[in-house]
Structures are given as C-alpha cells and as structure tokens.
Nanobody, 114 residues
Framework: VQLQASGGGLVQVGGSLRLSCAASGSEFGINTMGWYRQAPEKEREWVASKSMFGSQGYADSVKGRFTISRNNAENTITLQMTSLTPEDTAVYYC?????????WGQGTQVTVSS
C-alpha cells in the first residue's frame, strides 16, 4: 500500500487548511486511514482516523476543529482543519492500518504563523 499526501502549507492563526491522502496498491478497501503529526522535538501523535465502516475518532486537541472524511470507493481521506493555532504546526503524516500492517505517507508540512 502506498500513501500519497497533499495539501498543507503556511497559514495564519485562525485560518484553515485541507489535507488529502490517496491510497493505492490494494485491491481491497483499506481498513483504517488517518493522520498523525509530529512537531519539532516532539513525538509523533495521532490526530484523527476513520475506518472503512465509518467509525472515527479525534485527538482531544483537535476535536471540534478538524474534520476527517473518507471516500471508500477511491481509498482517499481528507482532513479539513479550521481555527488553526501555532500548536498545530507540525509535519502531518497520512497513515493506514490494513489487516494489521502499518503504512505511512511521506509527510506534509503545516505551519501556522501568529
């Protein structure tokens, strides 16, 4: 399974950004897809995920501000991020959990300037 992420960039505090990720290489639907992020000098942390059956979850730090959506037919996910703060600055990684195997995208930088 290969994951190709896009989106990200530089935005001011309070702004919005949209991340997208497309999975390829599997003839079956991907079990769970989601996003992690890693800020400078911090560990990678889970942000949000959504299963192919619709169940989803968010980290407390982004709940109410970020929305994850998924297109099962195309194996794509998006992360709509609103009300961004400098604490959201990080490299965001697309992630897939497919029958117990973990896959990662290349990472995309999100920078929120104050």
């Amino acid at each position: 399974v290969q994951l190709q992420a896009s989106g990200g960039g530089l935005v001011q505090v309070g702004g919005s950004l949209r991340l997208s990720c497309a999975a390829s290489g599997s003839e079956f639907g991907i079990n769970t897809m989601g996003w992690y992020r890693q800020a400078p000098e911090k560990e990678r942390e889970w942000v949000a995920s959504k299963s192919m059956f619709g169940s989803q979850g968010y980290a407390d730090s982004v709940k109410g501000r970020f929305t994850i959506s998924r297109n099962n037919a195309e194996n794509t996910i998006t992360l709509q991020m609103t009300s961004l703060t400098p604490e959201d600055t990080a490299v965001y990684y697309c992630h897939a959990n497919h029958y117990g195997a973990q896959y990662w995208g290349q990472g995309t930088q999100v920078t929120v300037s104050s």
